[in-house]
């Protein structure tokens, strides 16, 4: 028999027929372009039957141009809760729908009752307070890095942020938190080791010149062996003799403390321990929106809102509505997916494992595997999370990247592996299908 993919249309002869042909002059040639080039590889991974490419080339066309956006949804069979190259945090559905509902003109910054001007996003950060009592006062800005460089702005520039040598981290992609401090005119004073520094190290760097002393949650990785760090509350009593605030950055947006990350600091306890402003991401453990939290006293959030930076890293409503929802509303997938039980996640793998074997697909031997699931993201690097996976030869991961609905796998020691934490139960389905097609 011949080979079928020999009947794979060419991109030249497809791009040139009347109907894709129109789309793409609608569309522009790239966009259309790209959407050929993907379907035809995933004809040429058997993901897709030869004789389906022109009319999927077509029905991508029609979908793109109602949706307006080239992102693929992909469901994350990895097993990695937050996943940056997946967009992090995947939104509740209270916060899908929030952001929805705000796509129009809304109240963000006006009083229906009185018709006067109101606070920009109070509900939001009303929410916030609720949820970290301990905090005065909290702010919203775009993400981690930016709530971080306003802190230090704000209340160090032209100043010395204090800082010790073990916290000088990259976070990944090159991004270094000291090039961001020292980017907006704060002076970095580095104290203490690499792997030891002491509340001494601190006490000989303040001075006059001190605008703030910092402590940085170095979220992915651990020193460990011969270590030590000041605690939050040392660094606040220093901070207090010498009237110099602490600025303590989580990384993650763990709003209280969470058993079963028993290493990564949360907003309440830090807040508790002495600091004076907490910096945080929305979109890792949170599992909100991308955005950056800041809680704290009072008279230093309001420094910070007040400073000519805050206008240029605020958050839009779209952004203000999701967060709020994920504040209020119940569980969101990314702490439930860290959750998960492993019985549970035990049960589901053997049925989808079942469910796929029924359908003539050849699973690997064995078909069901335990595996580590991570949180991801710069979070808690050591905590594994114990779960399940089907076990699939290794050639189905192309083809399933290329599936539809798109799934990303984790390829493992030659086997594809697929694991359902972070697969919503109501997807299962369309993932079988999908699963079943790569296999055919
Ligand atoms: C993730 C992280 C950041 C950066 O936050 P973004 O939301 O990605 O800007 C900063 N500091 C720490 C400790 C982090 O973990």
């Known amino acids: 028999m011949s080979d079928p993919r020999r009947a794979i249309p060419r991109t030249d002869a497809l791009l040139r027929e009347p109907a894709v042909a129109a ?60 996943h940056t190259n997946l967009g992090r945090a995947p939104l509740a559905h209270a916060a899908r729908e929030a952001v929805y509902a705000a796509t129009g003109y809304v109240d963000v910054e006006l009083d229906l009752a009185t018709g006067a001007r ?58 270094r938190l000291p090039a961001l401090v020292e980017s907006a005119g704060a002076r970095l004073r580095e104290v203490g080791t690499t792997n030891r520094t002491t509340v001494a190290d601190y006490a000989e760097a303040v001075g006059e010149g001190t605008g703030a002393l910092l402590k940085v949650h170095p979220s992915n990785f651990r020193v460990a062996g011969f270590t ?40 309440a306890s830090t807040l508790r321990a002495g600091a004076g402003v907490v910096t945080a991401s929305g979109d890792k453990l949170l599992g909100g929106p991308q955005s950056g939290l800041v809680l704290g006293h009072a008279p230093l959030v309001e420094r910070m809102r007040r400073h000519p930076m805050a206008r240029a890293l605020r958050v839009d409503k779209l952004t203000l509505a999701a967060l709020e929802a994920t504040l209020r509303g119940p569980v969101p997938p990314v702490p ?72 990303l796998a984790r390829l493992d020691r030659g086997r594809c592996l697929v694991d359902l934490r972070c697969v919503p139960r109501e997807q299962e389905d369309a993932l079988v299908e999908v699963v079943v097609a790569v296999g055919a």
């Open 23 to 82: 789309a793409a002059e609608r569309l522009g040639r790239e966009r259309a372009k790209d959407v050929v080039t993907r379907t035809l590889a995933q004809a040429r991974h058997g993901a897709l039957a030869p004789h389906r490419v022109r009319e999927t080339v077509l029905a991508r066309l029609l979908d793109l141009e109602s949706s307006g956006t080239t992102l693929v949804p992909v469901l994350n069979a990895t097993g990695v809760v937050v």
């Open 118 to 175: 109101a606070g920009r996003g109070r509900g939001t950060l009303a929410a916030l307070r609720e949820r970290v009592p301990e905090a005065e006062d909290a702010l919203v800005v775009n993400n981690g890095a930016a709530a971080l460089l306003l802190a230090t702005t704000a209340l160090g520039a032209g100043r010395e942020v204090v800082v010790s040598r073990g916290e000088m981290v990259e976070i990944g992609d090159g991004f």
């Open 228 to 267: 030590s760090a000041p605690t939050v509350d040392e660094l606040a009593d220093l901070g207090r003799a010498h009237g110099t605030p602490l600025v303590v950055d989580i990384g993650s947006g763990l709003l209280a403390h969470d058993p079963l990350l028993p290493d990564e600091p949360d907003a």
């Open 336 to 407: 439930l997916a860290v959750h998960a039980r492993a019985d549970e996640l035990e049960a589901r793998t053997r049925s989808l494992a079942a469910r796929l074997s029924d359908r003539g697909v050849g699973l690997a031997d064995p078909a069901v595997v335990p595996v580590e699931g991570r949180v991801g993201g710069g979070g808690a690097p050591e905590v594994p999370l114990p779960g399940w996976a089907v076990s699939l030869p290794e050639r189905y991961a192309a083809a399933l990247r290329l599936g539809s609905p798109a799934v």
